[in-house]
């Protein structure tokens, strides 16, 4: 028998990267592999990346630069990169970094066995495609074992809303849905494997339409009812939201649906009406608001969380106050902001910038804003009983770590919980990313 080799996996970006590099290992498990957590003992390292700033994608090149010294010591060493920014700069990649060995595309991962084999045969690899065939019947057997008790599983790729700065109807291709029963096979197999939370993902998620039994075009919501019937499934999430696909059936899930938690991330970008049309989203900031408000009075205590991007082109000072503004009639529990970056190949890259410096102004502003909302809604969880699932045990002695239903992460003080558990607790405290909780006797 002969050793076997070590896979080493990078992942940036967001959680479908990591879900997808979970599944890159499973790929080439049968060609010998087994993960390492240490890039200087693989065999093979895969950088999954990400491309939606010019940030996340430069990060790739230094990291490649990096690595290149490693084939000094092990000159079979194969590098390779996976995801956004192989899908979208293809060939270039190697032409960069001669380094490289193999670029694959986030839809064609389930081929990596074969191009496994053509660089065992001292060749390079390349696949970019949209293939025809699903990747996820490629990859249908999962292995066995435990697994921690959260878990994401992918529901949707792509995306039809092509926003002006945004790369990803480009990266990931058009709007996809998985079939209800693989998603269900794939959701009971994860809970016989130890998992009681499933964060459902896609870049559009609330527009999934995938075929059901009945042989029916199925919404998101009708998938979670179906995941609710699961034994031994607490908890269901699902990430990330367009306004415009919240449907009402959607909405009144977040309602009536016990295992639905308490939590929904709904990017709205800008609070300027002007701004949201250059972007191309389709929605106005009253609607959005309006929308907001149904989603509360369906689940008064669900927090929520948002995208923002500052300096967009042609962004002005009264555009910036009012989506300071949208954020202050909303009250998000957490939200992201982040600086335009430009994206070659989409609309909004051929129009003029911003002042850089004004751009950095505000977004340290912006930051500010959703601190002081993320501290307020923090500090109103205290005295409450939220229920918390204990992830991992935490650095202080009878410590366990874990999130609320609020997606919040919790220590759990002098705990007697084990990883899995399902646990009721009451907040002590609010800290600057978490809260303090003991457990309820
Ligand atoms: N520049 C800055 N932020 C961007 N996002 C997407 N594209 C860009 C870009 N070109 C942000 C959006 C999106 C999140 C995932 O990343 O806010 O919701
Ligand atoms: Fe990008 Fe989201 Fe807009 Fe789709 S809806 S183009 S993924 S920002």
Same mark, same amino acid.
């Given at each position: 028998?002969?050793?076997?080799?070590?896979?080493?996996?990078?992942?940036?970006?967001?959680?479908?990267? !990591?879900? +997808?590099?979970?599944? #890159?290992?499973? &790929?080439?498990?049968?060609?010998?592999?087994?993960?390492?957590?240490?890039?200087?003992?693989? @065999? #093979? %390292?895969?950088?999954?990346?990400?491309?939606?700033?010019?940030?996340?994608?430069e990060k790739v090149y230094s990291e490649l630069g990096r690595l290149k010294a490693l084939k000094v010591d092990k000159p079979d060493l194969k590098i390779g990169v996976a995801g956004c920014v192989a899908q979208a700069e293809g060939e270039e990649i190697m032409r960069r970094q001669p380094a490289v060995d193999l670029v694959v595309g986030p839809q064609s991962y389930h081929r990596l066995p074969q191009m496994e084999a053509k660089l065992r045969d001292g060749r390079k690899a390349l696949d970019t495609d949209f293939p025809a065939e699903d990747k996820f019947d490629t990859l249908r057997t999962r292995p066995k074992g435990r697994r921690a008790p959260a878990a994401f599983l992918t529901v949707q790729e792509g995306c039809d809303k092509f926003c002006a700065f945004c790369v990803v109807p480009y990266t990931r291709g058009a709007e996809t849905s998985r079939p209800v029963s693989r998603i269900l096979e794939e959701a009971r197999d994860l809970v016989d494997r130890g998992v009681r939370e499933i964060t459902l993902l896609g870049q559009n998620v609330n527009a999934y339409h995938g075929t059901g039994p009945d042989g029916r075009?199925? $919404?998101?919501?009708?998938?979670?009812? &179906?995941?609710?019937?699961?034994?031994?499934?607490? /908890?269901?999430?699902?990430?990330? $939201?367009?306004?415009? +696909?919240?449907? @009402?059936?959607?909405?009144e899930a977040h309602g009536s649906c016990k295992k639905l938690m308490p939590y929904l991330h709904l990017p709205v970008q800008s609070g300027s009406d002007r701004i949201l049309k250059r972007m191309n989203r389709s929605h106005t900031a009253e609607s959005y608001l309006r929308l907001i408000e149904r989603i509360r009075a369906a689940r008064p205590d669900i927090v929520l969380s948002g995208d923002f991007i500052v300096g967009f082109?042609?962004?002005?000072?009264?555009?910036?106050?009012?989506?300071? *503004?949208? %954020? +202050?009639?909303?009250?998000?529990?957490?939200?992201?902001?982040?600086?335009?970056?430009?994206?070659?190949?989409?609309?909004?890259a051929e129009r003029a910038l !911003? @002042?850089?410096?004004? =751009?950095?102004?505000?977004?340290?502003? %912006?930051?500010?804003? %959703?601190?002081?909302?993320?501290?307020?809604?923090?500090?109103?969880?205290?005295?409450?009983?939220?229920?918390?699932?204990?992830?991992k045990?935490?650095? =202080?002695?009878?410590? #366990?770590?874990?999130?609320? *239903?609020?997606?919040?992460? !919790?220590?759990?003080?002098?705990?007697?919980?084990?990883?899995? @558990?399902?646990?009721? !607790?009451?907040?002590?405290?609010?800290?600057?990313?978490?809260?303090?909780?003991?457990?309820? /006797?």
């Open positions: 028998m002969t050793a076997p080799k070590k896979l080493f996996v990078k992942t940036y970006g967001c959680q479908m990267n !990591v879900y +997808d590099s979970e599944r #890159m290992a499973e &790929a080439l498990a049968p060609q010998g592999y087994e993960q390492t957590e240490v890039a200087a003992e693989a @065999d #093979m %390292i895969l950088l999954n990346t990400c491309h939606i700033r010019e940030k996340a994608a075009e199925w $919404s998101l919501a009708q998938l979670i009812w &179906a995941l609710n019937e699961i034994d031994g499934l607490a /908890r269901i999430r699902f990430t990330t $939201s367009h306004p415009n +696909d919240m449907s @009402d059936d959607l909405i082109p042609e962004e002005t000072e009264a555009d910036f106050q009012a989506t300071l *503004d949208l %954020i +202050d009639a909303v009250g998000y529990g957490y939200a992201y902001s982040f600086k335009y970056s430009t994206r070659p190949g989409t609309p909004a !911003v @002042d850089p410096a004004v =751009a950095d102004e505000r977004l340290q502003r %912006i930051q500010a804003l %959703i601190t002081r909302h993320q501290t307020a809604v923090q500090e109103a969880m205290v005295g409450r009983e939220v229920n918390v699932l204990v992830e045990p935490g650095r =202080a002695p009878g410590q #366990m770590l874990g999130k609320s *239903d609020h997606l919040h992460a !919790v220590h759990i003080e002098q705990s007697s919980a084990q990883v899995g @558990d399902l646990v009721p !607790v009451r907040i002590t405290q609010s800290k600057r990313n978490s809260l303090a909780a003991v457990t309820i /006797r």
